[in-house]
């Protein structure tokens, strides 16, 4: 049975950041197009992944997780262009999700993660952090949605954003959205953007560190928190590494 | 060896060093005292090159070389050293890591070749150990949950593994309880007390010059040295008071 969804608009919350110029560049069938992955109970799924290219990028995953089932995810999305990663995650009793998301550019990108969280049943756990560092015109974006279901009690879910600004111009927004019908739940959000810390830089200059090592330093450090809990070194670093060959000549 | 000639700076647009003028020779340690206020941390900041603090005349030259048009990770490949008063803390950055790159950027800088993880390890092992602190805690982001004393005592095994010419040493002594100032101090002597080498030692207090011994003590107020003298004269102001003396 095909379903044809009406094209997003600026009005739907979840696309209030995106960038329609660029959505206008896709066919509309990509609108309908979901990659669906489910978990059976007990298992246990990784994947991390580089995200992003020349042109508009539209991902969007749906995961389906068992009882006990851990699924876990982590992508840096380092596109040139309008890079969206949207994830759709339906927690059975006691499953786990694990989200490690960032984002990182310049010129005039914007690069975002839309994730809606379902805590269907009870005892099911979620964490989601998500680090952003732009500068030019970039924008990073991260609107996370949490759902609780009625009876979906001892949840416990937590969402983690930061940014980092390193010129003036560029951008990120933050958007947490519970939804919570159960009353016995712990449900964290926090969101925080900053600058590079100045005198950081001058004490790593103090002692010999020239400003563009500093600043990849820095900036890893920053956006590590994202790749912390995958357990692969291997794979973080690969995604690390991503990240930051992007970072380039910015000051 | 280093040369300040006449040095007026200003931060935020407001006068802080009125024509500062010093002269510390290799194999000499000089002190700095003063009230507060005075300009002491804006002179080591200055001759860090830290941004916003500004020189608007005067001249600093460090082995002959113009110090003040280089950049600070410049000066310090020149072997300048400069201890802060409040270290700064760097979460998601080793003690290891930092120290690792800054050591061999500066050897790059000097044409020298990268030392290899093991070597480092051996060096920084060495130099903690000098300063009596855990290696464990090099392991630990830069600063990061060091109590006051412990951030001092990191200060100085930094300088010990970057083996500096020159150190500008901003009241390494705040903080400390009495048996951390005794290992600071002797890491401090055993570190820069050497023919070759020079410190200067800025400190509100005499009590770290009961083991580090100055060769020149200096009165700074209102930006400028306004006395100098032999150990006598930190004695004498630990008495008598800055008002009294200078």
């Known amino acids: 049975m095909t379903q044809l969804a009406a094209l997003p608009t600026q009005r739907d919350e979840e696309w209030r950041y995106a960038d329609f110029a660029a959505l206008e ?47 876990e995810l982590f992508v840096a999305n380092i596109g040139n262009d309008y890079t969206r990663v949207e994830v759709e995650v339906r927690l059975a009793k006691g499953a786990h999700f694990q989200f490690g998301g960032v984002t990182i550019g310049g010129g005039d990108a914007t690069l975002e993660f839309v994730t809606r969280t379902i805590h269907a049943e009870p005892e099911a756990t979620s964490e989601q952090v998500v680090r952003s560092v732009h ?82 330093l820095l900036v890893r450090a920053f956006i590590a928190d994202a790749f912390a ?23 | 060896m280093l040369e300040i000639t006449n040095l007026h700076a200003t931060v935020g647009g407001t006068p802080i060093l009125n024509g500062l003028s010093l002269s510390v020779n290799a194999g000499e340690i000089h002190a700095i005292m003063g009230p507060n206020g005075a300009g002491k941390s804006t002179l080591a900041y200055v001759l860090g090159g830290r941004p916003g603090y500004e020189v608007t005349g005067g001249s600093v030259t460090f082995n002959g070389q113009d110090l003040l048009a280089l950049d600070p990770h410049e000066r310090a490949a020149l072997g300048l ?54 290696m464990e805690m090099l392991k630990r982001p830069v600063n990061v949950g060091f109590s006051g004393g412990e951030k001092k005592r990191a200060e100085m095994v930094q300088m010990g593994i970057l083996d500096p010419i020159f ?46 011994k100055p060769d020149v003590v200096h009165v700074l107020a209102k930006g400028r040295i306004v006395k100098s003298g032999g150990p006598e004269l930190a004695l004498e102001l630990e008495r008598e008071g800055y008002e009294a003396v200078a």
């Open chain 2, 81 to 134: 050293f400069l201890g802060f008063q409040y270290p700064v803390e760097i979460p998601g950055v080793s003690n290891v890591q930092f120290l690792r790159e800054a050591l061999n950027a500066q050897r790059k800088a000097r044409g020298g070749e990268p030392l290899s993880g093991g070597e480092f390890l051996k060096l920084a092992k060495e130099q903690a150990a000098l300063l009596r602190m855990d």
């Open chain 1, 229 to 251: 809990a995958l357990e692969d070194e291997t794979e973080q670093e690969r995604l690390l590494d991503a990240a930051l060959a992007v970072l380039g000549d910015v000051a």
């Open chain 1, 135 to 216: 500068w030019g015109q970039g924008i990073g974006n991260f609107l996370g949605r949490i759902d609780v279901a009625r009876d979906a009690q001892k949840t416990d879910a937590a969402q983690d954003f930061k940014g980092l600004l390193l010129e003036r111009g560029a951008s990120a927004n933050a958007k947490p959205e519970l939804e919570i019908f159960a009353d016995d739940v712990k449900c964290a959000h926090g969101a925080a953007i900053g600058e590079m810390d100045e005198t950081a830089r001058f004490y790593m200059a103090a002692r010999g560190i020239p400003p563009e090592v500093a600043k990849t």
């Open chain 2, 167 to 212: 150190a500008v040493l901003d009241e390494t002594d705040s903080g400390l309880d009495i048996d951390a100032l005794k290992i600071v101090g002797e890491g401090i002597n055993s570190i820069m007390r050497r023919p070759d080498k020079g410190v200067l030692l800025i400190t509100h207090y005499q009590r770290l010059l009961d083991y580090v």
């Open chain 1, 25 to 71: 560049t896709l066919a509309p069938e990509r609108f309908d197009e979901w990659k669906e992955i489910e978990l059976a109970p007990g298992e246990t799924r990784r994947k991390s992944m580089v995200l992003g290219g020349e042109s508009p990028e539209l991902h969007r995953i749906r995961l389906t997780v068992g009882e006990g089932a851990r699924a």
